[in-house]
């Protein structure tokens, strides 16, 4: 009798534990996580989404294919490997983040470096040894939303001439665009190509 009182009262321990972690983990903790964001980081909580004309056009965290037609007209992001296919070759699938889990030595991936580097310098009329690796490289989530400022300098003769704008006017564009490092001392200087791409697309 004792051990079947010892089991059940064991067994009610046991499942009021897990109710009141199921209640303290699974909702009060994320609303209070999701209450705090809301209030302190609402931009970064809600995806950091970037808006033209009241109609969201990407988010500041995460890259967009540059292929298209009219490709030669805006800023160029860096390459991406993230979800790409024959419907997608442009890549920069968030819900397949990804590298392209190739070695520097890989064949394949030294190949595709040195096609990317004969078109952007046919494309952009400069020397290969000028173009920076971020130009050629995917990130390692694929998803990399900035490129170098060496990368978005590179681009401003092309994007230039094919918008008929001056070349210092472009220019002006991508020193503004550019961020430094963060706190002074962390990281790199970047760029984020939506926003330059954005702001490049309201000069008239």
Do not use: C
């Amino acid at each position: 009798m004792a051990s079947t009182r010892s089991t059940a009262r064991t067994t009610w321990v046991a499942i009021r534990l897990a109710v009141l972690s199921t209640v303290v983990l699974g909702v009060a903790y994320p609303l209070a996580v999701t209450g705090i964001a809301q209030l302190a980081l609402p931009d970064q909580a809600n995806g950091s989404l970037v808006s033209q004309d009241g109609t969201t056009v990407g988010s500041s965290l995460i890259g967009q294919s540059s292929v298209g037609k009219a490709a030669d007209r805006w800023f160029h992001t860096r390459p991406s490997a993230a979800g790409v296919s024959d419907d997608n070759p442009g890549g920069y699938d968030a819900g397949a983040s990804s590298g392209s889990n190739l070695g520097p030595s890989n064949p394949d991936l030294v190949k595709s470096i040195e096609e990317r580097k004969a078109a952007i310098a046919k494309a952009d009329g400069v020397a290969e040894s000028s173009i920076p690796a971020d130009a050629v490289t995917a990130s390692g989530s694929g998803l990399d939303p900035d490129v170098s400022p060496e990368y978005a300098r590179l681009q401003i003769d092309r994007v230039a001439a094919s918008r008929g704008l001056s070349v210092a006017r472009v220019r002006s564009l991508v020193e503004a665009h550019t961020e430094g490092r963060q706190l002074g001392f962390m990281g790199e200087p970047v760029v984020n190509v939506l926003e330059l791409n954005l702001a490049l697309a309201a000069v008239r």
